[in-house]
């Protein structure tokens, strides 16, 4: 049952085998609200009480106050998930303008519309050509045209050995972020790259979109130059005190890490 769209607490309690629930609500419940609780009073009288003579009651375990909350929900749930809910925290605070935050969101969650998933839906009918536009040699799924495909494979090492790292290529796009937001490092250091792997998400696919729609050239070497000016611009457009230029990021980006590594 979804607690949060009836109320934001709930109680209720019943006497002995003969009583019947009472569950009190908020606010009056809207009519699909009350089919929802009418499977709740079912599936609560189907239950015989442990103990006839002690009264039946409802307690929310998580919580102090022993009553269902929408805070408490959120906090389990956070406690719960754990990394998983800070990755979110870094897709959604960073400076990367929100369309690109968005799209980084539903890569992490496999959610991109790729051809295949398009064919799958009806969208793109059975015999559309569903190949990876840069490779002409897979299937486009998410984790090929955004990490597993040759052609992005170079754009991903190109873009790691700029900030001076040597890697090894994730499972997933999700096991590939998951890394990335890990790696600890110095406050603003930890903004430059926090946005790197979504200016690449979001440049794989306006150029897949290009190459697709547009009949344009897939050229990787103009793709690492477009991330690179696409994380300096974010950075120099957003609140944080950079006092490096674009060029310094595009071309020095060593040492501006240096720098900020160093205190300087
Ligand atoms: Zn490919």
């Not at 749930?77 to 799209?103: H, R, Y």
């Not at 600890?184 to 998400?201: D, Q, R, T």
């Not at 310094?248 to 205190?263: A, E, H, K, S, W």
Request: aromatic share 14%.
């Amino acid at each position: 049952m979804e607690g949060e769209h009836i109320s934001g607490w709930i109680s209720g309690q019943r006497r002995g085998v003969a009583g019947s629930w009472t569950v009190g609500f908020r606010r009056a419940l809207l009519a699909w609200e009350e089919q929802e609780a009418n499977r709740l009073y079912t599936l609560l009288n189907s239950v015989t009480p442990l103990c006839n003579t002690k009264t039946d009651e409802l307690i929310w375990a998580e919580g102090t106050s022993r009553m269902f909350s929408v805070s408490s929900v959120y906090n389990w749930c956070e406690s719960f998930l754990g990394p998983k809910l800070d990755m979110a925290g870094t897709i959604w605070n960073n400076c990367a303008p929100s369309k690109v935050q968005f799209f980084g969101w539903l890569a992490w969650h496999g959610k991109v519309k790729t051809s295949s998933f398009l064919q799958r839906i009806g969208i793109l009918d059975s015999n559309a050509n569903i190949v990876c536009v840069f490779c002409q040699n897979e299937i486009e799924i998410v984790d090929h045209i955004l990490l597993f495909c040759p052609f992005v494979w170079r754009l991903w090492s190109n873009i790691v050995k700029w900030w001076g790292l040597q890697w090894v290529l994730s499972g997933s796009v999700n096991g590939l972020l998951q890394w990335w937001f890990g790696c600890k490092m110095k406050k603003l250091e930890k903004k430059i790259w926090a946005v790197i792997p979504l200016a690449i998400l979001w440049s794989i696919w306006k150029h897949r979109n290009d190459c697709v729609f547009s009949d344009i050239q897939p050229n990787w070497e103009e793709l690492c130059d477009i991330v690179k000016v696409r994380v300096a611009m974010w950075i120099k457009a957003s609140p944080m005190d950079a006092v490096f230029s674009i060029n310094d990021l595009v071309f020095n980006l060593q040492q501006v890490q240096y720098c900020i590594r160093n205190g300087g």
